[in-house]
């Protein structure tokens, strides 16, 4: 059975700072791109960050790109994501997630996690 267990959530300051932590089993993190989505309350879900499958390489939105960063330590089948600045804006629930590419991974995730809140606020 394919899971993903986020942890890590919570309440933040303006340009504060978080660190999320995802879990992952019953499958191989080498087999798919994964990474991190967002969804605001009423929104869409909004991709954070994909590490593709096929040439390794992290792709950020443009909304969080030089603020956050995704790391991987696949013998822990662990994945994180360290958040910087934070604003308002941030203000979603979290999801970590594995997809056939990243292409697919807010639309199609083949598995994601119950997903984080974090809320940036005064």
């Known amino acids: 059975q394919e899971q993903m267990v986020e942890s890590g959530g919570g309440l933040v300051q303006p340009g504060g700072s978080l660190r999320l932590s995802c879990a992952g089993s019953?499958?191989?993190?080498?087999?798919?791109?994964i990474g991190w989505f967002r969804q605001a309350p009423g929104k869409t879900r909004e991709a954070v960050v994909c590490?593709?499958?096929?040439?390794?390489?992290?792709y950020y939105g443009d909304a969080v790109k030089d603020r956050f960063s995704i790391w991987v330590d696949a013998a822990k089948n662990s994945l994180g994501l360290h958040m910087k600045d934070l604003n308002a804006d941030d203000t979603a629930v979290y999801y970590c997630?594995?997809?056939?590419?990243?292409?697919?991974?807010?639309?199609?995730?083949?598995?994601w996690g119950q997903g984080a809140q974090v809320t940036v606020s005064t």
């Open positions: 997630a594995a997809a056939r590419s990243c292409l697919l991974l807010t639309s199609v995730p083949t598995c």
């Open positions: 590490i593709s499958s096929d040439d390794r390489l992290a």
């Open positions: 019953g499958f191989r993190f080498d087999d798919y791109s």
